[in-house]
């Protein structure tokens, strides 16, 4: 199997998985290092180079806010779902469950969940 191809392919599921992990992390205010926690303790690890640019395009694009505020004598930017955020964040979740069925369903091709040795 050529590891790489699998990498490349592995990357790209990840990448929407990642946006629809971090706006639902993001119902609840972080900065950028308590978010990259939060989601490696949910089995989600990000790393920073991909994080940050991340938080940068979900702000511009309207779905996040923040704020530099002092914590802990340092100062941290905190993120948190805008209302629009919060509007995408319900469709997107939608959408994952219906993909997430309709793919169960492909894969079983027939079988139970319990048959399935994926």
Same mark, same amino acid.
């Given at each position: ?7 490349? #392919? ?26 990259? $926690? ?37 100062? $941290? ?12 964040? $319900? ?11 309709? #793919? ?15």
């Amino acid at each position: 199997m050529n590891a790489e191809l699998f990498e490349n #392919l592995r990357l790209e599921l990840r990448r929407g998985c990642l946006i629809l992990a971090v706006l639902a992390e993001l119902r609840t205010e972080h900065y950028g290092y308590a978010l990259r $926690k939060a989601l490696a303790d949910r089995g989600m690890a990000i790393d920073e180079n991909t994080l940050y640019p991340l938080l940068r395009r979900l702000e511009s694009q309207g779905l996040l806010t923040s704020q530099w505020r002092e914590e802990e004598k340092r100062n $941290k930017r905190f993120y948190r779902l805008s209302s629009d955020g919060e509007l995408i964040l $319900k469709q997107l979740l939608d959408e994952w469950n219906a993909i997430n069925s309709s #793919l169960t369903r492909i894969i079983a091709g027939g079988r139970t969940v319990e048959e399935l040795s994926v």
